[in-house]
């Protein structure tokens, strides 16, 4: 779209357009860069207010807070930013901080969409050093991604106040741009309209936000993480716009330890619907259970203005999803995750799907929930042993995308795991978890690139579970653990990572309580399995290894001798 359509179609679309781009985000995130190319798309000028500083005080902001202190640059800062929000057209990139002070704040979203650009520490800590300019990052220092995780940690909630949500990591500056085009072209004008947006950017407490948001560019729905999510249900469907009847999915063991909770919220509501339970298990995430689901709905008279609630782990995620995706060619659905699994991987993402007999996930879609709903506190009745298992995706996380959380993880398994574990700090852990798969799949909805690095530990790790019958001696995230030291040890022999990592990696296992091996599976059939998913081809393997603690790519060179190797000595016993 050139700029004259998108500015025409603004107009059309909502009677005024808006005239004024703020970028905010993290030092080195890429606003400039992005302000850039909107800047030139739109044919307005870009205010960096950086530069303003400098233009205005003759030094740079690096220069200002080390001759003057912060709390006089930050004073200067703002009056700059004051002065820039006053003028349009125009796309301001705003310094790092800018965005903290609610005057500041309330001042930028006056005229401007304000634009959030979010990637992990990581990975702006390796941008930063393709192209240092550590001069121009004053408050960054020498361990410029611990310094990042510090800002990020201050700084994010402010962050998340802004009107879109744009991942800036798996996607090029163009497409970054583009995204933030089409959201101005379409909906800037409805944004900006939010009832009492300007008090709460204005504001100097600032309300809670969701933990995550996914924004593929054509879907964008929040993920709230906490205790207590499941009472304020009936009031975050309201804010989703969700009037309908409810049509809640479930299987028998959390309908039975969380049926009467969620009927009470709904009924005190005054919310109608109705409840299907499927055995617990993966054999219900079948063709079969998902045909009678889909009877019941025209049984229910169900329509496209009402709502599935998917209600448990991963396998009532997967089938409600596709039952969703498919009644009715789709009709809205929510996910309310009780499993850690499901918390922070399956709920995540969109990706629905039904087993048949011949593989597991094999019918399904790529269906965006309307929202994913995790209260903490179900995790209570999760068995110990799938509580684990969930943990398995939570480290893969942390190994791929953000060495900060593998810290944590490090600190305080004891605390995470256990009879009784500490339930704020694993909101905390599911919060940023779910957040990383978050940002990853809004860069990569379709796993075209980017969204691979989520298979780290599964290539070897699904194989185990064809070889050992789903459902039977590995749970999914057991699987995946030893499939990630597979991968490990793969990395080693090709001199991809030290040792040092992988010993880290398999401590970190282990504190949770998950396997390092696969002893006694057959290690023909493991290898049966990877030719069967077709990631072998002439000789060669397709591998996610890590690169170091918090950053994984996929590697498509692994020699098939040496994958054949490592399974075998994976799955020898004693
Ligand atoms: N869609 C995706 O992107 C994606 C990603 C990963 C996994 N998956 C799918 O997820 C499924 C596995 O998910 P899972 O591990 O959550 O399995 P699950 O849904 O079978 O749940 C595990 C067990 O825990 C029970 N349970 C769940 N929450 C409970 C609670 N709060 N209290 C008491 N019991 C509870 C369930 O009844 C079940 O017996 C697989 O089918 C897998 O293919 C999907
Ligand atoms: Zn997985």
């Given at each position: 779209?050139?700029?004259?359509?998108?500015?025409?179609?603004?107009?059309?679309?909502?009677?005024?357009?808006?005239?004024?781009?703020?970028?905010?985000?993290?030092?080195?995130?890429?606003?400039?860069?992005?302000?850039?190319?909107?800047?030139?798309?739109?044919?307005?000028?870009?205010?960096?207010?950086?530069?303003?500083?400098?233009?205005?005080?003759?030094?740079?902001?690096?220069?200002?807070?080390?001759?003057?202190?912060?709390?006089?640059?930050?004073?200067?800062?703002?009056?700059?930013?004051?002065?820039?929000?006053?003028?349009?057209?125009?796309?301001?990139?705003?310094?790092?901080?800018?965005?903290?002070?609610?005057?500041?704040?309330?001042?930028?979203?006056?005229?401007?969409?304000?634009?959030?650009?979010?990637?992990?520490?990581?990975?702006?800590?390796?941008?930063?050093?393709?192209?240092?300019?550590?001069?121009?990052?004053?408050?960054?220092?020498?361990?410029?991604?611990?310094?990042?995780?510090?800002?990020?940690?201050?700084?994010?909630?402010?962050?998340?106040?802004?009107?879109?949500?744009?991942?800036?990591?798996?996607?090029?500056?163009?497409?970054?741009?583009?995204?933030?085009?089409?959201?101005?072209?379409?909906?800037?004008?409805?944004?900006?309209?939010?009832?009492?947006?300007?008090?709460?950017?204005?504001?100097?407490?600032?309300?809670?936000?969701?933990?995550?948001?996914?924004?593929?560019?054509?879907?964008?729905?929040?993920i709230w993480v906490g205790s207590g999510q499941l009472e304020r249900l009936p009031e975050r469907l309201r804010q989703l716009g969700l009037a309908g009847r409810v049509f809640l999915v479930s299987?028998?063991?959390?309908?039975?330890?969380?049926?009467?909770?969620?009927?009470?919220?709904?009924?005190?509501?005054?919310?109608?619907?109705?409840?299907?339970?499927?055995?617990?298990?993966?054999?219900?995430?079948?063709?079969?259970?998902?045909?009678?689901?889909?009877?019941?709905?025209?049984?229910?008279?169900?329509?496209?203005?009402?709502?599935?609630?998917?209600?448990?782990?991963?396998?009532?995620?997967?089938?409600?999803?596709?039952?969703?995706?498919?009644?009715?060619?789709?009709?809205?659905?929510?996910?309310?995750?009780?499993?850690?699994?499901?918390?922070?991987?399956?709920?995540?993402?969109?990706?629905?799907?039904?087993?048949?007999?011949?593989?597991?996930?094999?019918?399904?879609?790529?269906?965006?929930?309307?929202?994913?709903?995790?209260?903490?506190?179900?995790?209570?009745?999760?068995?110990?042993?799938?509580?684990?298992?969930?943990?398995?995706?939570?480290?893969?996380?942390a190994l791929i995308l953000d060495v900060g959380l593998l810290h944590l993880l490090e600190r305080n398994a004891g605390r995470l795991t256990g009879g009784a574990p500490d339930m704020e700090l694993l909101a905390q852990v599911t919060a940023r978890s779910a957040r990383l798969k978050?940002?990853?799949?809004?860069?990569?909805?379709?796993?075209?690139?980017?969204?691979?690095?989520?298979?780290?530990?599964?290539?070897?790790?699904?194989?185990?579970?064809?070889?050992?019958?789903?459902?039977?001696?590995?749970?999914?995230?057991?699987?995946?653990?030893?499939?990630?030291?597979?991968?490990?040890?793969?990395?080693?022999?090709?001199?991809?990572?030290?040792?040092?990592?992988?010993?880290?990696?398999?401590?970190?296992?282990?504190?949770?309580?998950?396997?390092?091996?696969?002893?006694?599976?057959?290690?023909?059939?493991?290898?049966?399995?990877?030719?069967?998913?077709?990631?072998?081809?002439?000789?060669?393997?397709?591998?996610?290894?890590?690169?170091?603690?918090?950053?994984?790519?996929?590697?498509?060179?692994?020699?098939?001798?040496?994958?054949?190797?490592?399974?075998?000595?994976?799955?020898?016993?004693?």
């Amino acid at each position: 779209m050139t700029a004259r359509e998108a500015q025409a179609s603004t107009v059309g679309t909502a009677g005024v357009a808006v005239q004024q781009i703020v970028l905010v985000g993290l030092s080195g995130v890429g606003k400039s860069t992005v302000g850039a190319l909107l800047a030139q798309r739109l044919g307005w000028p870009l205010l960096d207010t950086d530069d303003l500083v400098r233009e205005r005080h003759g030094e740079t902001p690096a220069a200002l807070i080390t001759t003057r202190g912060e709390t006089t640059f930050r004073a200067l800062e703002r009056e700059v930013v004051l002065d820039a929000a006053r003028r349009t057209p125009a796309v301001i990139a705003t310094g790092g901080g800018a965005f903290q002070h609610s005057e500041s704040r309330r001042a930028l979203g006056e005229r401007a969409l304000l634009v959030f650009l979010d990637a992990t520490p990581g990975a702006i800590a390796a941008r930063l050093r393709a192209a240092p300019v550590a001069s121009e990052r004053p408050l960054l220092g020498d361990d410029i991604e611990a310094r990042l995780q510090e800002l990020d940690d201050e700084r994010r909630h402010a962050y998340s106040h802004a009107d879109l949500w744009v991942p800036a990591q798996g996607l090029e500056p163009e497409a970054i741009a583009g995204r933030v085009l089409q959201a101005w072209a379409g909906e800037a004008a409805t944004l900006l309209r939010q009832p009492l947006r300007l008090d709460r950017l204005g504001s100097a407490r600032l309300s809670a936000t969701p933990a995550a948001i996914v924004d593929t560019g054509a879907e964008r729905y929040p993920i709230w993480v906490g205790s207590g999510q499941l009472e304020r249900l009936p009031e975050r469907l309201r804010q989703l716009g969700l009037a309908g009847r409810v049509f809640l999915v479930s299987d028998a063991n959390v309908i039975e330890a969380h049926g009467p909770s969620i009927a009470r919220s709904l009924e005190t509501a005054g919310i109608p619907g109705a409840s299907y339970v499927v055995p617990a298990g993966e054999a219900s995430k079948t063709w079969r259970v998902a045909g009678e689901l889909h009877h019941w709905l025209a049984e229910q008279r169900a329509e496209r203005r009402d709502l599935v609630l998917a209600l448990g782990g991963g396998v009532v995620g997967d089938l409600a999803g596709f039952v969703a995706a498919t009644y009715l060619r789709g009709m809205p659905f929510v996910q309310l995750p009780t499993s850690v699994l499901a918390m922070n991987d399956a709920a995540i993402g969109g990706k629905v799907a039904v087993d048949l007999p011949a593989g597991k996930n094999l019918v399904g879609a790529f269906y965006q929930p309307r929202a994913v709903i995790a209260d903490i506190d179900t995790l209570r009745t999760l068995p110990r042993r799938s509580h684990a298992e969930g943990f398995a995706e939570v480290i893969k996380h942390a190994l791929i995308l953000d060495v900060g959380l593998l810290h944590l993880l490090e600190r305080n398994a004891g605390r995470l795991t256990g009879g009784a574990p500490d339930m704020e700090l694993l909101a905390q852990v599911t919060a940023r978890s779910a957040r990383l798969k978050a940002l990853v799949v809004s860069a990569d909805p379709q796993e075209r690139g980017l969204r691979a690095i989520l298979n780290y530990g599964h290539t070897i790790g699904h194989a185990i579970e064809a070889a050992s019958g789903y459902g039977g001696e590995y749970l999914h995230g057991e699987a995946v653990a030893a499939g990630m030291m597979a991968a490990g040890r793969i990395a080693v022999r090709m001199g991809v990572h030290s040792d040092d990592l992988l010993a880290r990696q398999a401590d970190v296992l282990r504190a949770f309580g998950l396997p390092l091996a696969a002893p006694g599976v057959d290690a023909r059939a493991v290898l049966d399995a990877l030719r069967r998913d077709k990631k072998v081809e002439a000789g060669r393997v397709r591998f996610v290894l890590l690169e170091r603690a918090g950053a994984a790519a996929l590697h498509e060179d692994v020699p098939e001798a040496l994958v054949a190797e490592t399974v075998r000595s994976l799955v020898a016993t004693g």
